[in-house]
T-cell receptor
C-alpha cells in the first residue's frame, strides 16, 4: 500500500531532550515536507526536500533540523525541544515539488505525530 | 507571502444540504489543493486544481484564477462528510515553490 509512515504517533518529552520523528514513504516520491499544525494557525511548513541531499527551510524552521540521505526517508530532528514546539506534526510527500501539475502530483500525508514538550 | 483565507470557519448543515466552502488567496499560484482532515487527524488530498473545475463523486472544486478564488462544493451532504476542509496554495517565491495553507473550515453534517 502506498503510504507515508511517521513514528512515533504520540510522544511526551521534556525540555532539552533531543528527539527524532521519522518519516518514510514507499512511493519513490522526490518531494518530501514537514508541517506543524497549531490551533488557529493551520498547517505551516517547517522544512522541505526536493530530492536526496536537497533540503530547504519553510516558514517556521527555527529549532528543527532535517536530513535527506535516502529518497524514502526524511527525519525531523528537534535538538533541544522547547514547550513552544508542542504541536501536531505531519510529514507529506509528492511526486515532484509541483512544477508539473498533473492529477498524480498530489500531497500524500502521514497520519501525524502529536508531540508534547513539558 | 501568500495570504490564504477560508470561509466560513465553521459550518453546520443538515444531511442532504448543498454545501459551499470558499478559499481566497492574494498572490498568483501554480496550483491549489483541497484537503480533508478527519476527526482522528489524518489528512487526505481531495483535489489539485490549476484551472477550471474538477468533480469526484459528490465533491466539486472550482477555481477562478483571475479572481484568486476557489470553492469546494458538496452535494447531498452526509454525516460522514463531517471533517475539516483545508485549502492550500502552491506559489513561486525566489525561484522556489512554496505552500501556504488556510486555517480550515470545520464542517458538521447533522442527520
Amino acid at each position: 500500500e502506498a503510504q507515508v509512515t511517521q513514528n512515533p504517533r504520540y510522544l511526551i518529552t521534556v525540555t532539552g531532550k533531543k528527539l527524532t520523528v521519522t518519516c518514510s514513504q514507499n512511493m519513490n516520491h522526490e518531494y518530501m515536507s514537514w508541517y506543524r499544525q497549531d490551533p488557529g494557525l493551520g498547517l505551516r511548513q517547517i522544512y522541505y526536500s526536493m530530492n536526496v541531499e536537497v533540503t530547504d527551510k519553510g516558514d517556521v524552521p527555527e529549532g528543527y533540523k532535517v536530513s535527506r540521505k535516502e529518497k524514502r526517508n526524511f527525519p525531523l530532528i528537534l535538538e533541544s525541544p522547547s514547550p513552544n514546539q508542542t504541536s501536531l506534526y505531519f510529514c507529506a510527500s509528492s511526486l515532484s515539488q509541483g512544477w508539473i501539475v498533473s492529477g498524480a502530483n498530489v500531497l500524500t500525508f502521514g497520519a501525524g505525530s502529536r508531540l508534547t514538550v513539558l | 507571502k501568500n495570504e490564504v483565507e477560508q470561509s466560513p470557519q465553521n459550518l453546520t448543515a443538515q444531511e442532504g444540504e448543498f454545501i459551499t466552502i470558499n478559499c481566497s488567496y492574494s498572490v498568483g499560484i501554480s496550483a491549489l489543493h483541497w484537503l480533508q482532515q478527519h476527526p482522528g487527524g489524518g489528512i487526505v488530498s481531495l483535489f489539485m486544481l490549476s484551472s477550471g473545475k474538477k468533480k469526484h463523486g459528490r465533491l466539486i472544486a472550482t477555481i477562478n484564477i483571475q479572481e484568486k478564488h476557489s470553492s469546494l462544493h458538496i452535494t447531498a451532504s452526509h454525516p460522514r462528510d463531517s471533517a475539516v476542509y483545508i485549502c492550500a496554495v502552491q506559489w513561486h517565491s525566489g525561484g522556489y515553490q512554496k505552500v501556504t495553507f488556510g486555517t480550515g473550515t470545520k464542517l458538521q453534517v447533522i442527520p
